[in-house]
């Protein structure tokens, strides 16, 4: 088929109402970025109370009214004007940017392609002013309180091929609606009320942040949810995250927030999933609620045209400094940490760009280690006997340990399993249940779990999965202990694995070099389009070096950091963790599960395994009775 012949016509100025036009295709996608728009208007002039009324999904109409400050009536007109704005005059001003909009083109481009209308009335005011169409038309006197209410009726009238792509109006209503539980959840000091067709859909009073969050997200999320307020310099992340038993199959349940932006970034959304990598199950997506607030000056909104994506000016600092945040808060997910709050992030864990090492210490050479020095605390002190199976040596190689670990039910390995539960002598007096959050351990079931009593009932645990997450956190804490202050250790190739890169590829590893280097890596530039890879960390020397070298090459690119390296060594110690942890049908006494209830309690992240699995389960005693209908 024959392209179109284009038509030549001479250049000339585009008219107003066109130009306003090609910019509301930008800004104004669907009814939900107009609702965006306004809402975003309202709390920059500090409403505290924000109605929305919709009909058909906003199509036929969008009024929003707020009691914010209000606008004079000489104003109203430089309101529906294009690049008019009272929140920027300067380039410093943009460089600053800390309300949410900023540009001056949002109501000029929704009254191109709408009817709109703008009553408003200042504090000072007697009555309220109105204005209707365009920048060009009359300001009237009306009625009104005080606070602007903005009323957007047809939209796309004059464009009828837009209205078209809209889909149902349930759809276009379900946008909406996202749109404002999003602003609603980041500024739980404001209430809203969402009104769809007459009839009153939401409404949420002021109130904290874990209470709007609650009903926002649901009694789901409230309970299964911890607390994250950490400070460093100038950052400070704060909100829920959602517990890694929690997770959705869908990423439907993530919101986070730069000063109070709502934003989609890659490079956040990495460090948070890279947090969770090591208790998430499969597929599975966290749930967070989170905010970053930092100074204005450190973050560009004005990279995308619905102001969505930001970019910082020290990524790095950003990524690790939301990566440890978050981590931190999950590492106490054990029987022991609930309800507790995480200590507070040093400063000294950012290191600004240009610095040469930016990583904790226990991240900084952790891979090209020999396995057989003897490093590994294998046991911490416990209530029991000394000289038991469980009393291990105080020190051990961690190949020497992992050996103990799997030879640590040898004694017990006569015994055949029972299909029954196996009941054991109750505990000695000693400590209290109170004590011991996981109680003491009645009973061993189908020689996979562990039967336990505790203070609020019954606790049940799967022995793999706990013995796995124990071994797994010790390995990696001896091998990282082991490492601190020696050089990373590296493994030549014999034969250098080349492969072709693109220009931004052999850029990285030029540019890189010394931190490639400290990585483990010996990456150069054979020809502009060709890389050689002559040694990695000694501990992955077994894995595809061309895979590994990219994988680096693109995470020093975009995040400065060596995660990848870290989830990679978190493999093959997960994998050695499973392999040596107790298997099921393995008998054990009453003095080793108890032992484990104990490490449980000791050990970080202790209420899943490393594939993500819950490690235990608590009954109620509240719940057992009401599986035997007791009370009622």
Not at 129 to 134: A, D, Q, R
Not at 189 to 210: K, Q
Not at 477 to 495: C, K, P, T, W, Y
Not at 598 to 605: P, S
Request: aromatic share 6%; with cysteine.
């Amino acid at each position: 088929m024959n392209a179109p012949v284009p038509t030549h016509r001479p250049i000339q100025q585009l008219n107003d109402q066109l130009i306003s036009q090609i910019a509301a295709g930008e800004v104004v996608e669907r009814p939900s970025a107009v609702v965006k728009e306004l809402l975003e208007n309202a709390l920059d002039a500090g409403a505290t109370q924000i109605t929305v009324r919709l009909e058909e999904g906003g199509v036929k109409r969008i009024a929003i009214s707020d009691n914010g400050r209000g606008i004079a009536p000489e104003q109203l007109p430089l309101a529906l004007a294009r690049h008019a704005t009272s929140k920027i005059t300067s380039l410093t001003d943009l460089e600053n940017v800390a309300t949410l909009g900023f540009r001056g083109e949002a109501l000029a481009s929704i009254a191109s392609v709408a009817a709109v209308a703008i009553t408003s009335r200042t504090s000072d005011a007697p009555h309220a002013w109105e204005i209707v169409g365009s920048h060009q038309g009359t300001v009237a006197p009306s009625s009104g309180p005080c606070g602007t209410t903005i009323d957007v009726q047809d939209l796309y009238f004059n464009t009828p091929a837009r209205r078209k792509f809209l889909k149902s109006e349930q759809t276009e209503y379900g946008h909406c609606a996202e749109v404002v539980r999003r602003i609603a959840l980041a500024r739980p000091d404001v209430s809203f009320s969402l009104t769809h067709n007459g009839r009153t859909i939401d409404h949420w009073n002021t109130c904290e942040m874990a209470k709007r969050s609650a009903q926002i997200l649901g009694s789901d999320f409230a309970e299964a949810r911890l607390a994250i307020d950490e400070a460093a310099g100038p950052l400070r992340l704060y909100g829920y995250a959602g517990l890694p038993t929690a997770s959705k199959a869908r990423a439907d349940g993530q919101f986070f927030y730069v000063n109070g932006r709502y934003v989609r970034d890659k490079l956040l959304v990495h460090a948070v999933r890279a947090a969770y990598q090591d208790v998430l199950h499969g597929d599975r997506f966290p749930s967070y609620v989170l905010a970053l607030d930092l100074d204005p000056a450190l973050v560009d909104v004005n990279v995308h045209p619905s102001k969505i994506e930001v970019r910082f000016r020290d990524s790095r600092a950003v990524h690790q400094f939301v990566f440890h945040a978050v981590q931190r808060a999950l590492a106490a997910t054990s029987a022991t940490a609930h309800g507790s709050t995480p200590a507070p992030i040093s400063a000294a864990e950012i290191t600004p760009t240009g610095g040469s090492d930016w990583r904790r210490p226990h991240e900084q050479t952790t891979f090209g280690t020999q396995l057989s020095q003897p490093v590994l605390q294998t046991f911490s002190p416990s209530p029991f006997p000394p000289g038991s199976r469980w009393d291990a040596p105080e020190t051990g190689g961690v190949a020497q340990s992992t050996a103990n670990y799997g030879a640590l039910f040898a004694g017990s390995a006569a015994r055949p399993a029972s299909n029954a539960a196996m009941p054991m002598p109750a505990p000695s007096p000693g400590p209290s249940n109170d004590d011991f959050p996981l109680g003491f351990a009645l009973a061993q079931l189908h020689g996979i779990y562990i039967l336990a009593q505790n203070t609020r009932g019954l606790v049940l645990v799967d022995m793999h999965a706990a013995h796995e997450r124990i071994l797994y956190e010790q390995l990696k804490n001896a091998l990282d202990a082991q490492v601190e202050g020696q050089d990373m250790q590296v493994q030549s190739l014999l034969i250098p694995v080349t492969f072709f890169a693109d220009a931004i590829e052999v850029a990285t590893a030029t540019d890189h070099q010394d931190t490639l280097k400290a990585l483990g890596f010996d990456i150069g530039a054979l020809s502009p389009t060709t890389l050689a890879v002559r040694a990695v960390p000694t501990l992955l020397k077994n894995a595809d070096a061309q895979t590994l070298a990219r994988d680096v090459l693109r995470d020093v690119r975009e995040f400065g950091g060596s995660r990848v390296l870290i989830e990679r060594r978190n493999e093959l110690l997960g994998t050695l963790a499973c392999h040596t942890a107790v298997r099921a049908n393995r008998i054990l006494s009453n003095v080793e599960m108890n032992a484990l209830l104990r490490q449980m309690e000791n050990t970080e992240r202790a209420d899943q395994c490393n594939h993500g699995r819950p490690t235990w389960v608590q009954l109620d005693i509240s719940a057992l009775d009401k599986l035997f209908l007791r009370g009622q």
